[in-house]
C-alpha cells in the first residue's frame, strides 16, 4: 500500500488544483466577455470611459484600484450587473459567465 502513496497525493493534489481552477473562473473567457460588455464604459484596462463617465455624471472607479479590488466576489458581482443609483442593468451575461468577469477583474489589479 505504501508503494501507492506518492500517487495518491499526486491525484488529490491535481484534482484540487482543477477544482480551484473552475471555481475561480476563466480569465482568458472573462476578458472576451469583459471586452463585449463592459470595455465601453469601463476601458480596456478597467480605468473607465472619460466620455461615458461625463455623460452619466458619475466618476467611474478604477477597477484595477485597492478601493475596488478588496471588494468580495458577491460584492463585484453585484456591482457588475447593477442596478446601481448610477448604472442600468447590464444584460447578456450570464451567472457563470460572471464568474469568469470578475476573474478578469481581478487580474486588473494593480
Ligand atoms: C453603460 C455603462 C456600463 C457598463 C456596460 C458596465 N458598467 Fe460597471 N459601472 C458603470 C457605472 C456608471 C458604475 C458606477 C456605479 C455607481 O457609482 O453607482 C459602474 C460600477 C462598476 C463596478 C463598481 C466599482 C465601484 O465603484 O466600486 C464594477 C466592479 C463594475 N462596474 C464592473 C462592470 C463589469 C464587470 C461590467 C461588464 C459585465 C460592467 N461593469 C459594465 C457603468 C457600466
Do not use: W
Not at 38 to 47: E, I, L
Not at 68 to 77: C, G, P, T
Request: aromatic share 6%; hydrophobic share 40%; proline share 5%.
Amino acid at each position: 500500500m505504501i508503494r501507492y502513496k506518492p500517487i495518491l497525493i499526486l491525484f488529490v493534489v491535481a484534482f484540487v488544483c482543477v477544482t480551484i481552477a473552475f471555481a475561480a473562473g476563466d480569465a482568458a473567457k472573462g476578458k472576451a466577455i469583459y471586452q463585449k460588455t463592459c470595455q465601453k464604459c469601463h476601458a480596456a484596462d478597467g480605468k473607465g470611459n472619460p466620455a461615458i463617465a461625463k455623460s452619466l455624471k458619475v466618476e467611474l472607479k478604477d477597477l484595477g484600484s485597492a478601493e475596488v479590488q478588496k471588494k468580495s466576489d458577491d460584492e463585484l458581482k453585484k456591482l457588475s450587473l447593477g442596478p446601481t443609483d448610477k448604472k442600468k442593468p447590464v444584460k447578456g451575461v450570464a451567472p457563470a459567465q460572471l464568474d469568469d468577469v470578475i476573474s478578469f477583474v481581478r487580474t486588473l489589479k494593480k
